[in-house]
């Protein structure tokens, strides 16, 4: 696809109007943002209710207020002879995270699956009014700290876009070179927790092997493994001169080739592939309904890609595949994250290749949707992650975010139905959800 | 008539007396029949070591001479029977506070019969007795605190079943009638054709008192499905079945050498009663459905040990033949004894929370009556076939003679050998699921919601009682074969040795061998060893002074949750339903929703309650529903057509018969 047809569709068809936007990324945290409103239309005319209106979604996701654990998806209330709740967590992901997923079960297969939220939440963005603009920052990457680069670049953005900041094109093709380091990290990390799961032990000790491998060219390239301060004035010093570029260049070659090596096993291996095949299908109508994103979405086979969709300066001069599966089960979120992989190296040999030379006129922010008001809008590892930014005089005023998490815990909880337990991680990983994203 | 045999007289009058005062006071009905019991108890034993006790004799009605005797095989089947209703009775006295002198009247009636049955030397008082059983049970069940709707067509089933046996006894009875001349209980005469109907007819009918498959609707229906008194299904489960199996084993034992194919029969239908009770007991969630199905589990081992016996006799090899037989007998007496526990364990559950659901039962019976903790135990292990345990030996000697069908001569009686061994130790392995089932969401679940200890010393006592004779036969069996060697012999018709010895440094005697020697079990053995082992663990800390292993004690571990909160704790139901949804196809299990659903696929703003079950049910049932379908169909059509209510139709049908029977007189003497 040429980057000229999406532009020559129906200007509303995917336009993110303030309107639009505002609707869905409110400050009290609404989930749902709608990437196809003409899909979301045209399900919309099949005569199925919408999802439940702002207020009652805000009334589920307030449970027990803020701080306090409470459900990310809608309450259902299921019953029957013999169920009961089979609570796991929130002590349920080792050391990284903390979340509970209350499993109601008749035993063996999986009635209602409820992740609960809230036990790390460190009221980090209420926090950030009044802040200087690098201090917030500061705060925003440590959210999530191995999807920091997107964050950060979906916070700067916003903030840019608030106070009509204008960016030097060097600084933005950086924040694109970090953010697909990062993809890549973040898939090749999903692919070794699956494969771990799976009991792939070859695999999954190639493949973490191969992830640690890219946080040590991040650490190399900007100073440190997680990219914290590494897009922010003033971070640690970058090795991004023609030297490093080509030394970057050089190293992730044989990376590249590696992973595809790595995949080509885990093809091979008819145990990884049965395990994820048909496990926790999404439906295409339900992630549309509820506002799947990233790979969660385009394994239904709807092909949204922020990078394409609302690009920004590099994506635009830049060629990037478009992955989509049909399927919508594990097996197709697995390769739409590998066929980005694939994408995501293509992309940083192009933006290595074409680094745009120091000086010239700095590129514009995005119109404030109002004044002083700015949305940020890129697409991480794991899908659309919006910012929306108030800011005044270099002070932060008041940030909202709708992450992908935000957005896909539904369709994960929604999958699960009918599933069995042994079911839980591949289904769990394959969405790359981190309860960190909504613990905020 | 000696002392033994007027014992035996009163014995069984003890029981009828015992009805008859039941009706105006009945604990004390209750009391009698507990002594009826203990005095059968004593002549059961008699038969067995002293010969056979003959009592009352009289003439019958039909000019037969009847009399009561208690021979080798009689004299076991009262002593099982005997053992299971003393604890019964006595149980009773306490159990029985709440409802009509009926059930009691009923009781002692059942108790009666099958004592009369068991003693009767002929068919015909046999045939009284049978009968006599079948309304007694019957009028047991309708006393059932359940729905009454429920009650009655469960004990409708019961009796429809109950009937059906007694016409194809009443069709075996005629056969050894026609042969023999007489209804006395002397070997069968004839053979041929005739034995092989008495035998079909026999075996039809017997199998549907035993509640094996096909017919193992009539053992957990009307147990279960009416929530039947625990006495009452205690009696049901333990001696009614019983007194099936005798009637088997007493014909049987009549018809002389049986060709291959009547073992074979015996063996198939045991089998898959095995598989089929086994399974369903697994995912019962019934405290008293669940012991019913294991009933039917259990009534196929004897089966399958009785066809073993069958087919070797036929194939004459007497060792496996007689080593069968002791594993049949056996496992009888073992099933006997454990299974009164379990229902009279349910009984006792029953009236600490107020339920038979094992879903709900679980966490709410705190271990206040130590005695009825530790005989429910030793039953459920017992069942489970867990050393040293009685149902440990009996299920060993099973399989013992299954291993040894490799001797059977045409292939495919070896192979019926090998796949009748599989299912059994398949069932062997789905009835641990069962009983660690029944045990652990009744007992051992961790009792933190259960209120006060509510103690009832009047059932804890009777239900320790046993589960002390259950551990007993389990370390002495090589004592109790030898003891069981005339009924053996009463039914073999040979004489036989019971196949105890002594093999490496175990004493003479002290090992129960299969073959010579195929395989051996030392009973006594295992808890000695056990004991020694404690020993030495406890020698260990005690002279080396390091005191008691120090114990710590902490809350489960719920993954940082707060354990054990109301609905998050597992529930019996979710324990088996991975067999559920395993087994689906002969399970026919199904996922029954009701309500709007789940908010994202009913496009609810906010979410309705909407309910999931899963759902299984005995495709035998579905068969005899349609039976019931189909019979109601042909008598409506009947009715429309043939019996419509109209006088001339009726008068026409009159004449046409008076006619026909002019003619025929006519006929066959003009």
Not at chain 1, 201 to 222: C, D, K, P, W, Y
Not at chain 2, 282 to 292: I, M, N
Request: net charge neutral.
């Amino acid at each position: 696809m040429t980057r000229s047809a999406w532009r020559e569709e129906p200007a509303d068809r995917f336009a993110l109007t303030p309107d639009r936007a505002l609707a869905y990324v409110a400050p009290e945290g609404a989930f749902a943002l709608y990437n196809d409103f003409a899909a979301r239309d045209s399900v919309l005319a099949t005569g199925l209710a919408p999802v439940p209106p702002a207020e009652v979604v805000a009334a589920w996701r307030d449970q027990g207020g803020e701080r306090r654990p409470h459900r990310l998806v809608p309450p259902d209330t299921v019953e029957g002879y013999g169920t009961f709740t089979f609570p796991y967590g929130p002590i349920s992901m080792g050391v990284p995270e903390s979340g509970r997923f209350d499993v109601v079960t008749y035993g063996e297969r999986v009635l209602e699956l409820t992740p609960i939220g809230g036990y790390k939440a460190r009221r980090t963005l209420p926090s950030l009014a009044g802040r200087p603009l690098a201090d917030a920052a500061l705060r925003i990457e440590r959210l999530a700290g191995n999807v920091a680069a997107a964050h950060v670049a979906a916070f700067l953005a916003a903030a840019e876009s608030a106070q009509g900041t204008g960016v030097p094109t060097r600084e933005l093709w950086t924040r694109a070179l970090a953010q697909e380091l990062q993809r890549i990290y973040n898939h090749v990390h999903v692919l070794g927790r699956i494969a771990e799961a799976a009991s792939q032990n070859v695999g999954s000790a190639e493949t973490h092997a191969l992830a640690e491998q890219i946080l040590r060219l991040q650490g190399h390239v900007f100073g440190h493994r997680w990219l914290f301060g590494a897009l922010l004035p003033g971070g640690p010093p970058r090795r991004l001169d023609l030297d490093g570029r080509r030394a970057l260049a050089a190293a992730l070659a044989p990376r590249s080739k590696e992973f595809e090596e790595l995949w080509e096993l885990f093809l091979d291996s008819r145990t990884f592939v049965d395990r994820i095949q048909g496990t926790c299908p999404v439906a295409r109508e339900l992630a549309v309904r509820w506002g799947a994103v990233g790979p969660t979405l385009r394994a239904c086979g709807v092909p949204w890609d922020d990078r394409l969709r609302v690009p920004v300066v590099p994506y635009t001069d830049l060629f990037l595949a478009l992955p989509h599966e049909r399927d919508g089960d594990a097996l197709a979120r697995v390769l739409v994250r590998v066929q980005e992989v694939r994408s995501s190296f293509l992309l940083l040999e192009q933006l290595l290749d074409r680094w745009p030379a120091d000086g010239g006129a700095p590129e514009e922010a995005a119109p404030p949707v109002a004044p002083g008001r700015g949305l940020g809008r890129v697409e991480a590892p794991s899908g659309d992650l919006v910012y929306d930014v108030r800011a005044r005089d270099g002070r932060i005023e008041a940030v909202a975010a709708r992450t992908p998490s935000d957005a896909n815990w539904p369709l994960f909880s929604f999958g699960m139905r009918d599933a069995v337990f042994t079911d839980f991680h591949f289904a769990f990983e394959s969405f790359g959800l981190v309860f960190a994203e909504t613990d905020r | 008539m000696d002392a033994w045999g007027a014992a035996l007289t009163v014995a069984v009058a003890t029981f009828f007396g015992a009805a008859a005062v039941a009706a105006i006071r009945p604990k004390l009905g209750y009391a009698l029949s507990a002594a009826g019991a203990v005095l059968l108890l004593a002549v059961a034993v008699e038969a067995l070591v002293g010969g056979p006790v003959r009592g009352a004799a009289w003439s019958g009605p039909l000019g037969d001479p009847e009399s009561l005797v208690l021979d080798g095989l009689s004299g076991f089947f009262a002593l099982a029977a005997a053992v299971v209703w003393i604890a019964t009775a006595v149980y009773s006295l306490t159990y029985d506070a709440r409802r009509s002198p009926l059930l009691a009247v009923c009781f002692s009636l059942t108790l009666g019969s099958i004592a009369l049955l068991v003693a009767s030397s002929s068919f015909l008082l046999f045939l009284i007795g049978w009968e006599t059983m079948t309304v007694a049970s019957y009028g047991m069940i309708l006393q059932a605190l359940g729905r009454r709707g429920r009650v009655f067509s469960a004990a409708f089933v019961f009796l429809v079943f109950g009937e059906a046996s007694t016409l194809f006894v009443i069709l075996a009875v005629a056969g050894l009638r026609v042969g023999n001349g007489t209804f006395a209980e002397v070997p069968f005469a004839s053979a041929g054709d005739l034995s092989a109907l008495v035998f079909v007819a026999s075996l039809l009918g017997f199998a549907l008192k035993m509640g094996v498959a096909p017919f193992h609707m009539s053992e957990w229906l009307p147990i279960a499905h009416s929530s039947a008194p625990s006495n009452a299904s205690a009696v049901l489960s333990s001696t009614l079945t019983l007194a099936g199996a005798y009637g088997l084993f007493r014909v049987l034992s009549l018809l002389g050498p049986p060709p291959l194919w009547w073992g074979a029969v015996t063996l198939g239908i045991g089998a898959a009663s095995v598989l089929l009770g086994a399974l369903f007991a697994a995912v019962s969630e019934h405290t008293k459905g669940l012991p019913a199905y294991s009933t039917i589990e259990n009534n196929g081992l004897i089966l399958v040990a009785l066809g073993v016996a069958l087919l070797a006799r036929a194939e004459g090899l007497t060792d496996l033949c007689v080593f069968a037989l002791f594993a049949a007998f056996y496992q009888a007496l073992a099933h006997a004894v454990a299974k009164t526990v379990l229902f009279l364990a349910a009984g006792w559950t029953e009236h600490v929370t107020g339920t038979f659901d094992l879903t709900s039962v679980g966490g709410r019976v705190k271990r206040g009556d130590r005695a009825a903790f530790a005989g429910t135990l030793a039953a459920t292990l017992s069942l489970a076939a867990a050393p040293p345990l009685a149902g440990f030996v009996s299920e060993w000697m099973i399989l013992e003679s299954l291993f040894q069908s490799y001797q059977f001569v045409p292939a495919w009686v070896q192979f019926l050998g090998l796949v009748s061994g599989a299912a059994v130790a398949l069932g062997a392995g789905l009835i641990v699921i069962a009983m660690v089932k029944f045990l652990g969401f009744t007992l051992l679940w961790n009792p933190s919601a259960a209120g006060a200890a509510r103690r009832s010393p009047g059932l804890a006592v009777p239900i320790g009682a046993v589960g002390a004779v259950v551990l007993g036969l389990g370390i002495g069996a090589p004592w109790v074969l030898r003891f069981l060697t005339p009924s053996v012999a009463a039914f073999s018709g040979f004489p036989v040795t019971a196949p105890v010895g002594g093999l490496l440094s175990v004493p003479n005697g002290w090992s129960i061998l299969s073959g010579s020697p195929f395989g051996i079990l030392s009973p006594p053995m295992v808890p000695i060893l056990l004991a020694i082992g404690a020993g030495v663990g406890a020698a260990y800390y005690l002279l080396g002074r390091r005191g008691a292993p120090a114990a710590r004690v902490t809350p489960v571990w719920m993954a940082g949750s707060p354990p054990g909160r109301d609905g998050e704790v597992y529930t019996s139901f979710g324990y088996s339903t991975g067999l559920r949804i395993m087994m689906s196809t002969v399970l026919g299990t199904r996922e029954i929703r009701s309500g709007a659903g789940p908010v994202s696929e009913a496009g609810l703003a906010t979410p309705e309650p909407y309910s999931v079950d899963l759902e299984v049910l005995d495709i035998f049932k579905l068969f005899y529903d349609d039976l019931v379908r189909g019979g109601e169909a042909l008598a409506t059509a009947l009715k429309a057509r043939v019996m419509t209510g109209d006088l001339g139709r009726y008068l026409a049908y009159i004449l046409v018969v008076v006619l026909a029977t002019v003619i025929y007189v006519a006929a066959a003497f003009g």
